[in-house]
């Protein structure tokens, strides 16, 4: 489950009730305000594995929330508040999943949180999976950026997801602009996105099913791969 919670939202119930309806195996989540790190914790007996990276402003940073436990011998990283990372076992075939956040285009600092995360992105090996809210569309520069560095590509399915405010966000699959993406990498496959109902944000959140297929032809062992560490 991909989404942008908002930091201010008024209806964080809902975002709950989304949650033990899709009971996802694993929440990429942007804007974890303070507001919102008390109220997560409930859920967190459901989800034990959880990494949250520090707020850099009061709109809060990244963070991952999964029942399915962090690869053995791998470190979840925070590339400051922009990004979290994390490689997650999935009954003994693992993906590297990213939740990231983007400042908003020039003249804010887009340009140079793409360069930020660019020398991690380059770096990492094995299935991958990249959601947020890029604050880009699909043909943007960001995009086409992203997903070289990160040797991805767009998942198919996406629809706009953004619309100015929580309260006309019901909206934003036909009028709203398509600023969260989910990228994937050659052994996600079988993916299928579906873009659900409002849930007091101002973005919609997208939920993600997919395979990990082997390193050949989806039959043969996966390969360990090493999470990076993020240097000082």
Request: proline share 7%.
């Amino acid at each position: 489950l991909q989404l942008n919670l908002r930091y201010d939202n008024e209806q964080q119930a809902e975002v709950f009730r989304l949650i033990g309806r899709e009971s996802p195996d694993v929440i990429a989540l942007q804007e974890v305000s303070d507001n919102w790190r008390p109220r997560l914790k409930a859920i967190e007996a459901r989800y034990p594995y959880t990494f949250y990276c520090s707020n850099r402003s009061p709109i809060g940073g990244a963070a991952i929330l999964s029942r399915r436990p962090f690869a053995l011998g791998s470190t979840p990283i925070c590339i400051d508040s922009l990004v979290a990372i994390a490689r997650i076992d999935f009954g003994g075939r693992s993906a590297i999943i990213a939740s990231l956040h983007l400042d908003w285009p020039w003249p804010f600092a887009q340009d140079w949180n793409v360069e930020e995360i660019r020398p991690y992105f380059e770096k990492l090996e094995g299935p991958l999976i990249v959601s947020g809210d890029f604050n880009a569309v699909p043909w943007s520069q960001t995009l086409k950026n992203i997903t070289q560095y990160s040797k991805t590509r767009i998942a198919e399915g996406l629809r706009p997801s953004w619309l100015v405010n929580g309260t006309l966000a019901r909206a934003a699959k036909w009028i709203g602009l398509p600023l969260d993406h989910i990228l994937v990498s050659d052994r996600i496959v079988s993916t299928q996105v579906e873009t659900l109902e409002p849930v007091g944000s101002d973005h919609l959140p997208l939920l993600l099913r997919f395979s990990i297929a082997g390193v050949d032809d989806g039959n043969e062992p996966e390969q360990q791969t090493v999470m990076l560490e993020k240097s000082e």
